[in-house]
């Protein structure tokens, strides 16, 4: 049996694909993360990622972790959003801050009572913060200055200025693993023979161990 289509019908077909195609794709990006993180996400939460960058693995090797990016979360209605410090530092979709990491898996994790910390005047004093710091540079020095920052430099920062908490112990560079081959070669190409050995550094896994968050979805 054969089907005939008036130009009119053909065109109708042609809309209808379209619309579909379009729902189906937006479904597909959003289901990158479940309907039920999105509804449990809030501003100031933090995520970690294993980023794709070039140091990842060095990041890894150095601190003995499995995560080598963080950011913070931002809720605007429906709208989530990440906090990142990358080239520059910036703000970018949630959805397309997961999908550039490993696997697009991450871990989200929130401070402990937070509503007794992140209050309306906390947030005053991060909104303050990070109108100073969009735009800059990332440091790949990890200098403990706030003229470059590094990802989870920033995140610590802006929890240190708006709520007075230390999300993870400070540590000096010549306390994480400088040995390893991949740390070696990303030090030579930096710092060449003057390594900063007793730089203040946070690392991601410092704030993902803190003992003032907790796990609010892994996946």
């Known amino acids: 049996m054969k089907f005939h289509f008036s130009e009119q019908g053909v065109k109708l077909l042609s809309a209808l694909f379209i619309c579909f195609f379009l729902f189906a794709f937006q479904r597909t990006e959003e289901n990158t993360f479940g309907l039920k993180e999105r509804v449990l996400f809030e501003s100031g939460d933090i995520i970690f990622q294993v980023s794709r960058s070039s140091q990842s693995k060095a990041i890894q090797a150095a601190t003995g972790s499995r995560y080598s990016h963080v950011g913070m979360i931002f809720r605007k209605g429906k709208e989530l959003s990440v906090l990142e410090a990358v080239q520059p530092v910036k703000i970018v979709p949630l959805h397309q801050w997961i ?4 696997n697009s898996h991450y871990v989200v994790k929130r401070l402990k009572n937070a509503d007794e910390h992140l209050t309306k005047k906390a947030f005053s004093r991060m909104d303050d ?3 100073r710091f969009l735009g800059r540079d990332y440091d790949p020095h990890f200098e403990w200055t706030d003229e470059k920052m590094y990802c989870s430099e920033l995140v610590w920062k802006l929890y240190k200025g708006s709520t007075g908490l230390e999300i993870g ?7 994480f693993n400088l040995q390893h081959k991949d740390v070696k070669r990303i030090l030579r190409q930096r710092y060449k023979d003057s390594i900063p050995l007793e730089e203040p550094v946070i690392s991601p ?5 803190s003992k003032l968050l ?4 892994s996946k």
Do not use: F
Request: no cysteine; net charge negative.
């Open 99 to 102: 999908s550039k990491g490993v």
């Open 214 to 217: 907790e796990t609010i979805v």
């Open 169 to 175: 112990k400070l540590q000096e560079l010549q306390e």
């Open 129 to 131: 913060m990070i109108e």
């Open 205 to 209: 896994v410092a704030m993902y161990n």
